[in-house]
């Protein structure tokens, strides 16, 4: 059995008019803010994306999804994903687990968590208790912490099919 691991990093700054969406779900923020991107800009899932790929050198998102093609605006994530996640498959590799680190100073994500890691979960094709989804705060330090934006940091672990 090979083992194979990576990691992924996504921020978007968060503007009103767009809906909050983090791992697949729809959150409202205390200043109707949401996140802006090409696609739904959920960072959770964007990160978790880039791990999938890097852990087999196979790129990034934009090289699958560039933000430049009009058939990814407004694109749900955990379809993406899903495509991620056929990709990784016909490379001849699995998913073990993924963890992940959500850093945002507002909305409170902890009664979100659960529901978030259901939905990757879902989409990956393995248990919840597979899927690691943390927060936490930036202590008002740097862009995440002036509420100018949400980041994510997350690992994957590939084995060998």
């Known amino acids: 059995m090979?083992?194979?691991?990576?990691?992924?990093?996504d921020i978007h700054r968060l503007v009103p008019g767009r809906?909050?969406?983090l791992g697949?779900?729809?959150?409202?923020?205390?200043?109707?803010?949401?996140?802006?991107?090409?696609?739904?800009?959920?960072?959770?899932?964007?990160?978790i994306m880039d791990a999938l790929?890097?852990?087999?050198?196979?790129g990034d998102i934009g090289k699958y999804f560039p933000p430049d093609d009009p058939q990814w605006k407004?694109?749900?994530?955990?379809?993406?994903?899903?495509q991620v996640v056929a990709l990784v498959r016909d490379q001849g590799w699995q998913v073990v687990n993924v963890d992940s680190v959500l850093i945002a100073e507002r909305p409170k994500l902890k009664p979100h968590i659960e529901a978030m890691r259901h939905a990757i979960a879902s989409c990956i094709g393995i248990e919840p208790e597979r899927v690691g989804v943390k927060a936490t705060t930036?202590?008002?330090?740097?862009?995440?912490?002036?509420e100018e934006g949400i980041s994510c940091q997350a690992v994957a672990l590939l084995q060998t099919a």
């Open 24 to 47: 697949g779900q729809q959150l409202d923020h205390p200043a109707g803010l949401g996140l802006d991107g090409h696609s739904d800009a959920d960072v959770l899932v964007h990160a």
């Open 53 to 58: 790929l890097g852990a087999l050198s196979l």
């Open 138 to 146: 930036n202590e008002k330090l740097g862009p995440e912490g002036r």
């Open 74 to 82: 407004g694109a749900d994530s955990l379809v993406l994903l899903n």
């Open 2 to 9: 090979q083992l194979r691991i990576g990691n992924g990093y």
């Open 19 to 21: 809906p909050l969406i």
